[in-house]
């Protein structure tokens, strides 16, 4: 006779875990660094193999591959290893699909350092504002952003671009453009498209270069500065706002979309993809966890499509829709004139 | 009628989601450092009253217990917060079994920096050896770890002590004795058995504050020094060697074990509590990660049992056996004269 099951004893195991978290950042940034997917791809599957290849001692080799393995990025039958699926499409150099720069950002020490004192960030409830904070004037972090994160960017920018260029003559303002694939996006989708992208000096340079590699550098244009501060002149069909909103409170965010409404030609729209969790707050577990990220500048926060929508709300705005990007990454408030 | 399923097409989640794995072990640390854990125990569950005792920003408390309840520490229902069993177990500071304190020393800059440059380290194998390493004589780190990792060895150490402590006139020497745990065991469970903790001096006064909290003080005495160089004595019937052979290559152990085995009374025995990775390497899950944690050190490693039983076998060792500890961390290899 089958006896009841017993509920399980409670166990350290994720405390432990958890503790050691950072140590699966540290050997994917580890792995990436030496191309080590790269030369698994290539068809090196033994230690040997892989060690001679990624020019590295065969012990790290060993306990790298076997860390990765237990961690779920490679697959150990016997002595050898190879790629899973997911490894193969993003972590594989020579993949299209590439996604390996952006440990060059997400674990940069400009952006992992934001949570360093972690207690006192969390007392405070933000970070206090510094010199050389996220939002400083040119800040090279948002360059190496612009680098970094542009492989990520390229299938939502092009799914945004096919719901909204259409084939009109339109304007577009990109806001806070980085890498610029959002707006470039739209002149690729729509040879009639002129944008424009506002960022600052230094990262207008990797915007323009992302221009003139996708054949519309004749009708991409910048606007250098602050959003906060620079003229965006006027008469935009379409007003892009990326991952921009997560850095500021409310009331900042109001009187940039204030600026941003007036900019807009009649029946001009904003798109605005976004970190967008739900109203619960915990999921999805991306969206909700960005907060903490968030969490380390001094206002930022993942906003909740209803905060977002009374922030448009409040700046005029007259109709607010939330759209999937799914399954992509970021969700996007589409916000009417 | 039902199309067949399609295989899931690759996603990046697993790429973003490791590269950001050192924020779990932030924010846990942080929330530890706040006694967020605590606070809900006793009552407080909204985010206004759990903000107020732990002296935090309504913001920060918010964003800290969204993201802990992503990850699994605290549970949400409408706006309030309760502890998961494992977190009601493990981090209210109340509790018998608390392991807050690992935080200190898993989280110490000493430990998680060993891996900072991990592509170097991978390259070469794991770290240069330096005057401030890991292995350096008296480094205070190992007297964080002393304190802090006290609470999780407290099971295993009493396991150990009912297998093997009996009740006869028995002479224990605990080799890298720390807290001293394991050796106070056997002194706790066995009146009549005499321990020796052998460490650096600066560790042995934790071993002996807790010597002295068991009420076997007058039973515990102490060798201050490097292992490899200061007198064992001699005719000891159990020396512990816990979680030590993980930080040397297999010849240095061999040369340790040799020694050991020379201190051994007639039919004496070793007994190892360790990190032992399945001959796979890749399971148990954590036995196989803690590689990674050795990795950065100049020599260490976490053994496999047959790497292990090698080692004791070309030290002079008749007879190895592993033993689990199961459902406890860590296992054994108990190793006879």
Redesign the interface.
């Given at each position: 006779m089958a006896s009841s099951p017993q509920?399980q004893?409670?166990?350290?195991?994720?405390?432990?875990?958890?503790?050691?978290?950072?140590?699966?950042?540290?050997?994917?940034?580890?792995a990436i660094?030496?191309d080590l997917f790269t030369a698994i791809a290539e068809g090196n599957h033994s230690l040997s193999a892989i060690a001679a290849r990624i020019?590295?001692?065969?012990?790290?080799?060993?306990?790298?591959c076997?860390?990765l393995?237990?961690?779920?990025?490679l697959v150990?039958k016997g002595a050898e290893y190879s790629l899973t699926?997911?490894s193969?499409?993003?972590?594989d150099r020579r993949s299209p699909?590439y996604?390996g720069s952006?440990?060059n950002f997400?674990?940069d020490p400009r952006v992992?350092g934001m949570?360093e004192n972690?207690?006192d960030?969390?007392?405070?409830?933000?970070a206090l504002p510094s010199e050389d904070g996220a939002l400083a004037r040119e800040n090279p972090m948002w360059v190496e952003f612009a680098r970094s994160m542009a492989p990520?960017m390229h299938m939502p920018a092009q799914s945004i671009a096919r719901i909204f260029a259409g084939s009109k003559p339109i304007r577009v303002l990109d806001i806070s453009a980085g890498h610029g694939l959002f707006g470039i996006a739209f002149a690729k989708q729509n040879p009639r498209a002129l944008v424009t992208g506002l960022d600052w000096a230094n990262v207008l340079e990797v915007a323009k270069e992302n221009a003139a590699q996708a054949g519309v550098a004749d009708r991409y244009s910048t606007i250098a500065g602050s959003a906060f501060e620079v003229d965006f002149g006027s008469g935009y069909d379409i007003i892009l706002v990326p991952n921009f909103l997560h850095h500021f409170d409310a009331a900042t965010n109001e009187t940039l979309l204030r600026k941003v409404h007036a900019a807009l030609a009649p029946g001009g729209f904003v798109v605005a993809p976004e970190f967008i969790?739900n109203e619960?707050?915990?999921?999805p577990?991306?969206d909700?966890?960005f907060?903490?990220?968030?969490?380390g500048t001094p206002a930022g926060?993942a906003y909740t499509y209803s905060e977002l929508e009374k922030m448009f709300r409040n700046a005029g705005f007259t109709r607010s829709e939330l759209r999937e990007l799914a399954?992509l990454?970021q969700r996007l408030v589409v916000s009417y004139q």
């Open positions: 509920p004893a409670p166990s350290p195991e994720i405390v432990f875990d958890t503790l050691q978290a950072y140590q699966r950042s540290v050997a994917l940034r580890g660094d030496l020019k590295a001692s065969e012990k790290g080799t060993r306990v790298l076997d860390y393995t237990t961690i779920g990025f150990k699926p997911d193969a499409a993003f972590l699909a996604l952006m440990a997400l674990m992992a949570l972690i207690a960030v969390i007392r405070h409830g933000g990520l969790p619960d707050r915990i999921s577990a991306r909700a966890m907060s903490m990220q968030m969490l926060d399954p990454p």
